[in-house]
């Protein structure tokens, strides 16, 4: 199949359509975000990157703390919500039920069933973005998405953001079980 | 919903499984990695963590660059074969189709519908893992896979990574329009 190219662009498959959580000013705030991965396993961490000018980054600067909240598709009418509109002009602390785990200054979505509590241990300057790497203090799973002490992506139902076409999808089928299909 | 706790977990949805492409000793090849995300958009950046005792980090740090390779749901056998099996022990420069572009020395996989160029420009040691960073030099998509000048996802048949039950999914159903569908 022939190739084009299409110059240094920021397209992968897939990218999630996460909420992440900060408290700017002691309001709490939710920003959407794709560009955030695992980064570490011992110990556990996360990243997100950040455009400089975002209300979300001034929080994370705040209290060295955030949440990533994985909605599931039901939600996505407001998490595009959270990523069209900054928290400097709109009050996104009552569009949720929030609690608080370990870290009492990153605000949990209680309807997202996956939330992750962090702690900034980097804050990389990249240009446009800031790369904040978040130790992952804590983990919260709603109970029904939870299957022999995991969570289920089927129950889960996650949401896909698909850069390119900028749509939301959720998960189809399974192709198949990792580390697995692949074995010779 | 009750939440349970599980501790400091790596668990996001979605997580992409794309391989990585490097040059190892002059050998290309190719690691499967679902903690991958895209890092800034100026310059456009992508960052992948890697256990440091991986083929990968070598070659990565040998070359100074890698390539990240967007798998369709129908190569996912020959994915998971590239996550079982590390380049020490297989050679695994005869599994797909590799071209080069600009960097000559990131391999890149024909097969795979989407392709990013990179040359690292941090490495964040994270304990378990090298959070690799590397700016997006050029992107390539497959032809048939381009609509409006973008890649298209529906085309792309993306494989999902899907953490906790450790299975491959592909995209389903559209859910809604980014940027819109929380509009008030």
Not at 62 to 87: E, M
Not at 117 to 124: A, G, N, P, R, W
Not at 137 to 161: A, F, Q, R, W
């Amino acid at each position: 199949m022939k190739k084009v190219t299409l110059g240094p662009q920021t397209f992968l498959y897939p990218l999630p359509a996460l909420l992440v959580g900060t408290k700017v000013d002691d309001t709490p705030n939710f920003m959407t975000a794709a560009w955030c991965a695992i980064a570490a396993s011992k110990p556990a961490a996360a990243s997100v990157a950040i455009r400089k000018d975002r209300h979300t980054l001034k929080g994370v600067e705040q209290q060295g703390t955030f949440s990533l909240n994985v909605p599931s598709a039901a939600l996505a009418k407001k998490v595009d919500y959270c990523g069209i509109y900054s928290g400097k002009k709109r009050d996104k602390s009552h569009i949720f039920q929030i609690f608080y785990g370990v870290l009492k200054t990153a605000p949990l979505v209680q309807e997202c069933p996956v939330n992750l509590e962090c702690k900034v241990i980097h804050s990389l300057d990249l240009g446009s973005h800031n790369l904040i790497v978040g130790e992952i203090i804590e983990t919260h799973v709603s109970e029904n998405c939870v299957t022999d002490g995991k969570p289920n992506p089927k129950m889960i139902d996650p949401l896909i953001y698909a850069a390119g076409t900028s749509e939301y999808y959720r998960f189809g089928d399974i192709i198949g079980k990792a580390f697995n299909i692949g074995k010779d």
